[in-house]
């Protein structure tokens, strides 16, 4: 199988070069300095060229702040960009594999028997920034386009790269102490697992959209408390409220998501969030 992978030198782009085995798969790895995803022009001579069997779209412009002051560069790289790959790959009739995010809800959770539940496939969507609209336009857009299609939401995604899991085991280096937010839920997820998910679904033709998380959910305090036990760091973790510690833009308070679809369409199982954790520390040494 020939595909291409967009934004190969992100986190997840990075982690779908290691997994995606070279004997079975012929991998053009593309990022900016390769391709203006928000080109049509420029996309469909790449595609043409290559002539893919399938497109994973692991590009995004993911500063949550950034895309509140530039909504054009936001709206281009996470809305027109899928749109143009999209166009693309049905083109050539290749399959695309676009990944998204839980901004495309409010944040709030669904009420459920005065119990807050998590998101499924089928929830109404409310993004409340402009990282969450242009995500959830680039969603629109690879539906419209291309009927033969992966989309997948995910969320507190970590791997090769900065992220949240290494910004605190450097904080740990260098304080005894850390504040760190305990009123706002999802789930971590590690782009192994993630990469895992897109492999099985890859091969197949049960296309549409689906929610992809680790099982099982945490606050970022819980999550902080669990990445200092296992790497047997003491460093003390004090919790803190969102008002505490604010952001230009403010963040959802409830982010997990259901792999509902996933879970009834096919034999693939994300690993609890601590499991996958635990591999992800030792990988990393």
């Not at 950034?66 to 936001?74: G, L, P």
């Not at 036990?229 to 308070?253: A, D, M, N």
Request: glycine share 6%.
């Amino acid at each position: 199988m020939k595909v291409i992978v967009t934004g190969s030198e992100g986190q997840l782009g990075k982690e779908v070069l290691r997994q995606f085995d070279k004997s079975c798969y012929d991998i053009t790895a593309v990022d900016l300095k390769e391709i203006n995803i928000t080109n049509l022009d420029e996309v469909l001579s790449m595609v043409r060229r290559v002539s893919p069997d399938a497109i994973i779209n692991c590009a995004a412009y993911t500063n949550v702040d950034a895309c509140e002051k530039d909504f054009d560069s936001a709206f281009a790289v996470n809305a027109i960009g899928p749109r143009n790959l999209s166009i693309a790959s049905k083109e050539v009739n290749a399959k695309i594999v676009h990944i998204s995010t839980d901004y495309v809800f409010d944040g709030a959770g669904v009420l459920k028997d005065n119990n807050i539940r998590p998101y499924m496939e089928f929830d109404d969507t409310y993004p409340k920034t402009a990282y969450g609209k242009t995500k959830l336009e680039g969603e629109n857009f690879v539906r419209l386009f291309n009927d033969k299609h992966f989309i997948i939401r995910t969320a507190w995604l970590y791997g090769e790269g900065k992220n949240f899991v290494r910004t605190m085991l450097e904080l740990s280096k260098a304080k005894d102490e850390i504040k760190v937010v305990d009123d706002q839920r999802g789930t971590p997820t590690s782009t192994e697992e993630l990469t895992r998910m897109i492999r099985c679904l890859i091969d197949t033709e049960n296309y549409g959209l689906f929610h992809g998380t680790c099982e099982g959910q945490c606050t970022w305090y819980e999550f902080t408390k669990e990445i200092f036990l296992k790497k047997g760091i003491t460093t003390k973790v004090l919790s803190c409220s969102t008002e505490e510690y604010p952001s230009p833009t403010p963040r959802p308070k409830y982010s997990v998501l259901e792999n509902y679809m996933l879970k009834r369409t096919s034999s693939y199982m994300f690993k609890e969030w601590q499991e996958a954790l635990e591999i992800y520390l030792k990988r990393q040494g």
